[in-house]
């Protein structure tokens, strides 16, 4: 089903300028898709298919697409809020960028506002005329405005439904100027055309008037290539803009994913420190040793590894959603990790124990390769169970799934790492640790 819907609606809550055309379009379920159709290649067959001259296409969800509009006033996913002194300047400006950033190679589409377009008719009152008449401008202008955009004079009623009935003369009557400035005013003396009290003509103005921060402003609407970031767009955009030598009190704004990424990452380079911090201390209160904590720890940053793998194999580019996904998985990662170094130290526990005095080197990794085999089967099965319960997510196309798939990207990767982790690094650096203290116990008895 494909639904369409021109203009604006009457009301300050909806921020579409009157040149919008917005389409939404109704899917089939996907099982009725022909084979090898994709979201990806749907939406380029489209985009393909509706090149129409004078119209520029951007392509969002309907959700989305509003909450953008309402939060920035921009729809696409990158914008460009261009501030100035006067509608013309803004138009002038706007162009230029568009011109700029349309031979871009990383633009799939972009469009200015036309912030200098708009069409109005105006009347220039002759007070002398309308004086001679005995009419005022209220009566004038109440005239001309009922007998040209029309008047409700009621409402029909059809069920649930309701529809408003409005007064104002054929389309004949006020199509042109020139039937306009014919349209007969009743006055004392009789009926008088419209002409006789106004100068009557069709004059350029700004269509749409937007302000911020009590400035004059106009939106630029951009959306980059598939696969290109907006942080990656926005740095090399910026480049192109700089060529431009704006007038005094011009200036721009970036706007839309950049804006909110900008403002997420100034919170993120807080968050990822104390996250880490974190980690560090609760590594600690479960080991109570300093050695097994850094080790911990410092190996980490293996785990993340098979993360960045998947990734970059995916073709995901770095997001909060992404950053989310690797600071759930450092998680795991330091969980498993602490419980196979509790297991090799209860291990070697129990082998001081049984050989006394007798401990050694041979003793020693013996009771470290005990340790890490009990530590197989629950390793393996945590590994399986978050590939279970992760993985039908990366197959998954309905609503949120991008979402939802950035996130767990980095744990399916990461947890395979993490699983060599625990079971051949984190022994070999236990056993390193522990011969060294062996080593030195041994040397404080010879002395």
Known sequence: MVFGKAGRAGTATDPAPLGMIETIITLKPQSEWPEGVTYDSLRQ???????????????????????????????????????????????????????????????????????????????????????????????????????????????????????????????????????????????????????????????QSASVIKSEMATPVTFIYITPQEGVTAKEYVKNAQQLIDEINFEAGYYIEWAGQSQYLDSAMKKIIWIIPGVLLSILVLIYLALKKIVPTLIVFFTLPFALLGGLIYIDMLGFAMSIAVIVGFLALLGIAAETAILMIVYLQESVDEAKKKYSGAFGAKELRAAIYDGSVQRVRPKLMTVFSILAGLAPIMYSHGIGSEVMQRIAAPMLGGIISSAILSLIIIPILFEIMAKKDLKNKTEEKKI
């Open 45 to 203: 067959d489209m985009e393909d298919a509706l090149q129409i001259p004078g119209l520029t296409n951007s392509w969002t969800y309907p959700i989305r697409g509003r909450i953008d509009m309402l939060l920035s006033g921009i729809r696409t996913p990158i914008g460009i809020k261009l501030y100035g002194q006067n509608a013309a300047g803004l138009q002038k400006y706007g162009k230029i960028i568009e011109e700029k950033l349309r031979s871009f190679d990383k633009t799939l589409s972009v469009f200015a506002d036309q912030a200098s377009t708009g069409y109005f008719l105006y009347l220039d009152l002759d007070e002398e005329s309308m004086q001679r008449y005995g009419m005022s401008k209220n009566q004038l202008l109440e005239y001309t405005s009922l007998a040209i955009g029309g008047l409700k004079v009621s409402t029909m009623y059809k069920g649930l439904e309701r529809y408003p009935i409005a007064l104002r003369l054929e389309g004949d009557e006020r199509r042109s100027v020139e039937s306009i400035k014919n349209i007969l005013i009743k006055t004392k003396l009789g009926f008088v055309p419209l002409s006789t009290f106004a100068k009557i003509y069709y004059k």
